[in-house]
């Protein structure tokens, strides 16, 4: 009985285990592992954390503490002025602070110093976990039974209010209102609030809780000794009815991921709970086996898992999925696949045979026995939903629901020959492609076009069937098309009916893409006739095209030897993005095989590879694709050890990055690194930079983090950086600003210095130089009037003495003769008379005359003496007065006036003094002459009857005064007094240049 009871028992058991056994090898997952030999301080990672700029922080258990980019680590120590190597927690705040836990207690650590935290005794104290809340506060558990809460540099402890069970604390996390929550050992959770610990739910005896978990659904997750359970977040006081079992493993940590997933870290792997389903990894399925101790989400959906032994581990939910052996297939080296209406897989293998796969049970289904054991090539559908195998020799296989039916091929190919390809065309047409030529089966016949008939080529690689209703059939030497069963050359270019196509796909609005071996892709749009090449200068990974095709979205997706590319092809033949697919898309094969593409009826894409078969699924991948953005991380002169913060401010001690720097002329070289942080494609970033005032245009893309700029010249620069993920998507740009002072002589002062004093001594010099001038012209002219006085004095003199000698001698001839007629009144005696007089008026005026050239007349004083003799002497025998007032200023008796004004003012004022006595009636005559600042001014003012206008009688006298006046630059006026009289008034500027004192 007890056999009997056992068997059925074991077998179930049996089966079960199967069951599950064969559920965890039907999916392949992508985890990333990453330990000691990666770069990572130690295996042992008790903690993990995300900073703003995305960096993971991981901190280990003897290692310290190790930071990563995507792509390498960098580990800090105690050396590094780390609190200890073995750390037990780390937490970071938004604003980049760091807080780490040891068995030394808590510390701030800037990576450059650590800033111990006191506790309220100043006692020791060993710190187990540390956490922060959305308010910025830093909470630590202490001795394993006090929750400490840091203000400023020392830490408080909070008491419980409402605690039923004392216990230990085991862990801390945040509720979907980012209220701090605590649980104890003993089931209880309190809510932590600014003064205190306050009791919110308790759970039922004996339930030990290691940690807790509130998620999005207001669900409380419960890891316990008894295992993993889930509760309504609402209900307060537990029971156990309240508790459904999710999972008997034994939890250390749980988080919600953005998709509403449960993820928990177990004593042994780690578990995924979504929708009711739990899918457990381990070392059967990609993971590990080590402990789990710390979880993370970062900002791109990845999921981290850090393990007590085994390193780190990273879960990209993959673009790609994949089938091969480890899922239950027989064999990796996929020759082709299709998929029926029903959604099941045939799948071929390379010398292994067929599979026949139920993707929705995960299991293999019976392969027909006339197909067991064949070598297939190629496989199909046809419009009627039949499958057709095309055979490593001369014959195929059509497979209907009722039938498998042979049709050989002898007649049209050798033994030897075999099926490469083969297409459904219209209706029941079958296009098989052949070692020898094309076949078309229209359900009923075979037709044959050989090279014979026109192809270009025996061997026929595959068809491509046109939306025209045309056949496009790629042969070794080029291209033929099919249209109403006549085979002709292919018209639509030239260059490209002798393209060997390896593949061929062609777009629903006419772009038609033809992979080759060699020479890329070519692309041509059979409506335009537009052509393009792309290449692994594009872009592409590689110049060797195995699979082109298009999806539901227009994107070609191109599979090569080293990868899949996805291109967003414009109408205008441009890559308006370009995506790379690899082992961090969850695609590890990298290698596919020829004309193994497929797209399902819902947008799928499928694709065979040497390392089974790959599944895309647009609306589940994750778009990772996000703007990436940059950070600065060193500035620094190449070679050279100088600290940059002495030429600028440092903001952040973890980089070596100084804002506002200002470099001297003599540095004037600087490497800028910089880097972008992506952990779900690393490897796909590519970077764009600028440095604005040296670089005209954007240089890249580029996969370096760094750039030196040597002999720069002095000024301000910005250099510009930005990130893709190898598509031409570029993220936010970042930019750092510096200048190189220039030396001082280059500076805006100095050269304002210099230009002043420039200006200055030109100004200088200009003066000088006129100074000089006016020196020579001075003294040149001081020679000349001094040789024209000299020379007037001269002929004042030889013409006074010659002129006054003849003018005697005829006076005295001329009184001889009137002697000589004493007595005697006749003609002659009268003209003898008139001579006399005649000679005495000469004499009179040449007297004038003579003065005027003397250089004493052109002393203004001298002048306004002779002027008041003048009027003196005119007017001794008549009963008019003369008044005159000739007083002028100390500094001004000596003035000089210029040579030919002297006779023009005697001229003037004789004229108006003659003029006075003619014709005035006046009593008095008043003569003043002053000078003021070069301006001098003579006035003749009599108190007669006034002159009137218009003149009549004296008016060409008036008109010689004007003249005169005219020619020594000075302005005359004539007009009556007020009452009455006439006032003649002279006013003149002496010119500077020649009125100065009189040099003797």
Known sequence: MLINHWFPKGLFVCIWLLGILQAAVAQVYHFQHYDIFSGLGQSQVSDIEQDRFGYIWLSTRGGGISRFDGLHFTTYRKEDNLPANNIVSLEISPKGSMYVGTSLGL??????????????????????????????????????????????????????????????????????????????????????????????YTTPDGLVLRCILFDSKDSLWLGTEQGIFRTSAKNKNIQKSDLKLISKELAYEMIEASDGSVWVGLSVGAMKYNQGKVLQFGSNNGFTNFMVKGLLEDREGNIWFTTDGDGVYKFTNPSFTSLNESSGLSANTISSFVMTPSGVLWVSYFGKGLDIWNPQTQKRLPVPKALQNKRINCLATDNEGNVWIGLAGPGVYKVSKNQTEYIPLDSYITSHGIILFMEAGQGKEMWISTSNGVLVHDGSQLRHYSYRDGLKGVFVRRTLQLPSGETLISGARGLNVIKDRTLTEFLYDKDLASFPALSMAQRPDGLLALGSFEDGVAVLDLKTGKKKYFTVKNGLCSNLIYNTIFDKEGRLWIGTERGIDQLDITKDLKINNLRHFNETDGFIARETNANTAMLSPEGDLWIGTIKGLFHYQPNKAKNTLKALKVHFTDVRIPFDTTNLAQYGESENSWYNVPVSLELPYTKNQLKISYIAINHSRPDHIRY??????????????????????????PGKYRF????????????????????????????????????????????????????????????????????????RVQIAQDFHDELGNRLAAIRMQSNVLKFRFNGHESEEKRIVGEIEKNVVRLFRDTKDFIWSIDPESNQITELALYIKDLGENLLQDTPIRFHANTHFPPDATDLVLPPGWSIQVIMIFKEALTNCVKHAQCKNIYFTATIEQQLLTFELIDDGIGIKFPTEGYHKGLVNMRQRAEKIHCHLTIKPENLKGTIVQLKGKIPTKTASLKNR
């Open 107 to 200: 510390s701030i650590y800037d990576g450059k110093k650590t800033l111990p935290v006191k506790s309220p005794t100043q006692e020791s104290y060993t710190v187990a976990s540390v956490i922060g809340d959305k308010r910025g506060n830093i909470y630590a558990i202490c001795n394993a039974s006090r929750l400490g809460k840091l203000v400023k540099d020392s830490l408080i402890f909070l008491k419980k209010q409402g605690s039923e069970r004392p216990s230990f604390y085991s862990d801390m996390t945040l509720n979907p209102l980012q209220q701090l929550m605590v649980a104890t050992y003993s089931g209880e959770i309190f809510e932590v609030t600014s003064t205190h610990l306050q009791h919110r």
């Open 688 to 713: 764009q930079y600028q440095l604005e005032g040296a670089d005209t245009d954007w240089l890249g893309p580029t996969e370096q983090t760094a750039v030196v700029y040597s002999h720069l010249i």
């Open 720 to 791: 510009k950086v930005r990130a893709s993920l190898g598509d031409n998507q570029w993220g936010e740009i970042s930019a750092y600003e510096f200048e190189i002072i220039p030396p001082f002589y280059q500076r805006w002062w100095f050269i304002l210095i210099i230009v002043v004093a420039m200006v200055s001594l030109a100004i200088l010099s200009q003066k000088l130089y006129i100074q000089y001038r006016t020196r020579r012209v001075l003294a040149y002219e001081k020679l000349k009037q001094e040789a024209e006085a000299a020379i």
